[in-house]
């Protein structure tokens, strides 16, 4: 009769322990599933940023980057003084 409650109990518990891991293990793989979905977006965007070093790259050794940075300045430096003859007239 003691053997019988022992292994009833023992079943219970036995139970009770797998459905734990078990639940245990789906969490863990939706912890994994969410890891892999940001690493994919992190690839993706680790790639627009390569791509936009390259042309950076290009830029500058070509000249274009410099040339349009001093256009630029150039361009606000005129506004500025237009707008001070503009003003004191």
Known sequence: MQADI???IASIAT???FLLVAMVLFQIYKVVTIIRRVLERVDAASDVVAED???IRQLITS???F???FGLMSSVKRRAKT???REED
Do not use: D, M, N, Q
């Open 63 to 65: 000249g274009g980057f």
């Open 15 to 17: 139970v009770v322990f």
């Open 6 to 8: 022992f292994f009833f």
């Open 83 to 85: 707008r001070k003859t």
């Open 53 to 55: 070093a390259a042309h």
């Open 67 to 69: 040339a349009s940075l």
